[in-house]
């Protein structure tokens, strides 16, 4: 029978506590991806203006 001493039970919740910030920074990276995706839409978006009328017909057809 595997025992449990405080020094293997320590080293376990150890390398929970660091998957869990590993995964925190993930996410935050992950979150300001999209974020930098959205600024460069909103920036493209207005670069190039208003679409025409003929192109909100173009999509309506797909």
Known sequence: M???NGKN???HFMG?????V????LV??????FDSFH???NISKSM???RKPSAKNLDKLK
């Open 2 to 4: 595997l025992g449990f």
């Open 22 to 25: 590993q995964i925190r920074e």
């Open 39 to 41: 600024k460069v839409n």
């Open 28 to 33: 935050e990276v992950i979150d300001q991806v």
């Open 9 to 11: 039970v320590r080293h």
């Open 16 to 20: 929970v506590y660091g998957k869990v």
């Open 48 to 50: 190039l203006g208003p």
